[in-house]
């Protein structure tokens, strides 16, 4: 009886730490067939390495994880930074190996450049990352618009701004009255820094050149949102707007329909549009009248 009862206790013991085990394999990352939500995450886990982070002025913005603000910088339209020497002592480089982001945020928008030094900086969207030397504790954006420059780093501008010198696609350079000549000039462009052009025969909060059939799209292309969200702090929101173009909903400011050039092969930086029929395809900034009304 002592051994039959030894046994049964036995096989109880075998079952019950198969069936744990079960239980533990079919609920683990693989395993959600039954609509129960991921385990949290372990109360040790370090915090990511860029935070979104609530600020009373800028909404939404991107932090370290400490709530350091970091800041990008209008120079840099192509994928490098250009702040250096005293410049790097004012605006330290940002660097997160293997960033980890925090909900909210998108890991693919994250990437790594390296600098003139040698030394590695995180980009967002394809824009270096920097502190402020100026933010004294966390949540502080005393850095914002200085030079007309810097901004602080968010998830959701439509739009951002650049500082490069204009070439076009005939490779000449250009200065910002469409003639052959140097000049670093401020333009808009989209979040990840892609050049933006009006088209001077449009009008007011109208598109004369894209056709109903949008066969001529890939060659100057809609910048298609569906709507404004926010734009760095020295531009004003309100002269942003939307149209409908056979269907399809495209940015405007200051009442100009806004493009992309085929050609730019959607690089950052890359500004070639304004070379066909310098000044019919122009860049535009704060200074843009608006566009006519016939």
Same mark, same amino acid.
């Given at each position: 009886m002592k051994l039959n009862l030894l046994k049964s206790s036995t096989f109880f013991a075998l079952t019950l730490v198969v069936g744990l085990a079960s239980c533990s394999k079919d609920n683990n990352n693989n395993g959600y067939n039954q609509g129960n939500?991921?385990?949290?995450?372990?109360? @040790?886990?370090? #915090? !990511? $390495? %860029?935070?979104?982070a609530n600020n009373a002025k800028f909404g939404s913005i991107l932090t370290?994880?400490?709530?350091?603000?970091?800041?990008?910088? #209008?120079v840099d339209a192509a994928?490098? /930074?250009? +702040?250096?020497?005293? +410049?790097?002592?004012t605006w330290p480089a940002f660097n997160a190996a293997d960033a980890s982001v925090a909900t909210g945020l998108n890991t693919a928008d994250f990437g790594?450049?390296?600098? !003139?030094?040698? /030394?590695?900086? $995180?980009?967002y969207k394809g824009w270096p990352l920097y502190y402020y030397s100026g933010d004294t504790k966390a949540g502080d954006t005393n850095g914002d618009g200085i030079g007309k420059t810097w901004f602080v780093s968010?998830?959701?501008?439509?739009? &951002?701004?650049?500082? =490069?010198?204009?070439? *076009? @696609?005939?490779?000449?350079?250009y200065t910002s009255q469409y003639v052959a000549g140097t000049e670093v000039v401020q333009y808009i462009t989209d979040d990840r820094g892609r050049t933006l052009y009006s088209f001077k025969k449009d009008k007011a909060n109208t598109n004369t050149y894209t056709k109903a059939d949008f /066969?001529?799209?890939? %060659?100057?292309?809609?910048? =298609?949102?569906?709507?404004v969200l926010n734009v760095p702090s020295i531009l004003d929101k309100s002269q942003f707007g939307t149209i409908t173009v056979f269907g399809k909903t495209q940015l405007t400011f200051k009442g100009?329909? &806004?493009?992309?050039? *085929?050609a730019d092969g959607g690089i950052k930086g890359n500004n070639k549009g304004v070379s066909v029929g310098p000044g019919t395809w122009p860049v535009e900034n704060t200074v843009t009248a608006a566009a006519p009304a016939n």
């Open positions: 939500p991921p385990p949290s995450q372990p109360q @040790n886990q370090p #915090a !990511a $390495t %860029v935070q979104l370290d994880k400490s709530g350091r603000t970091l800041y990008s910088f #209008a994928d490098k /930074s250009n +702040c250096n020497g005293n +410049c790097a002592v790594t450049i390296t600098r !003139a030094d040698g /030394s590695k900086q $995180t980009t968010k998830p959701d501008y439509t739009v &951002m701004l650049a500082n =490069e010198q204009l070439t *076009g @696609n005939d490779g000449v350079q /066969s001529n799209n890939s %060659v100057w292309p809609i910048f =298609e949102i569906a709507k100009w329909p &806004m493009y992309f050039f *085929g």
